[in-house]
């Protein structure tokens, strides 16, 4: 009998606390709560399909780490320099390609050798489309370029694409090569 009375024991304190914790997270869920509409909201781009499966076979940036929550790979190219890749969205959908260069001799006046190396890397990860857009309007003229200092930007004109741009940037000796587009 008295082991009867002590699992009996054992369930209602059980019981017990299981209530105590899910009131506990009901109550933390009311205070944290995100108006129904924000969680509710569909995407324009399918999220489940943006993984870094646009990476597989390109051997160039096989050495890379894949971060799924934020879309970015970070890649460690042959050369030593790294390349930072962001592919997703959910309203947006953005692709950009970002060289880091260490000890970078280039300046706003390396435009056409900046250029070359932002769309070599745009032509081993974009889409042939998506590549012709900048080669296109590079070749025609169909862009916008600003320059300060030590940074260029080059704003494509598209109808298909939002933004496309090619950026530059040398801040004593870090350069940074980036180009991409987004859609949405």
């Known amino acids: 009998m008295g082991f009867f ?9 059980v019981n017990e606390l299981e209530k105590r914790v899910q009131s506990e997270i009901d109550s933390v869920s009311y205070l944290t709560k995100v108006p129904k509409p924000i969680l509710e909201t ?12 646009f990476l597989f076979g390109k051997k160039s940036f096989s050495n890379y780490k894949w971060d799924q ?4 790979a970070d ?27 260490e000890n970078s001799k280039l ?11 932002a769309m070599k890397t745009a032509q081993e990860l974009f889409d042939v489309s998506d590549f012709m857009i900048f ?5 025609t003229g169909e862009y916008q370029f600003s320059a300060h200092k030590n940074e260029f930007l080059i704003d494509i004109n598209s109808a298909t694409h939002c933004v496309a741009q090619i950026y530059f940037n040398n801040q004593n000796g870090k350069a940074e090569i980036k180009i991409g587009y987004t859609l949405c």
């Open 5 to 13: 009375l002590f699992t009996k024991y054992i369930k209602l304190a």
């Open 107 to 117: 300046t706003v006046k390396n435009k056409k050798e900046i250029i070359q190396i």
């Open 135 to 139: 080669n296109d309007a590079l070749s």
């Open 69 to 72: 929550n934020k879309k970015i």
């Open 42 to 53: 569909d995407c324009k781009f399918d999220t489940a399909t943006q993984t870094d499966a």
């Open 75 to 101: 890649i460690l190219l042959s050369s030593g320099e790294r390349l930072k890749v962001e592919r997703g969205g959910c309203d947006r959908f953005n692709f950009y390609a970002t060289i880091y260069l």
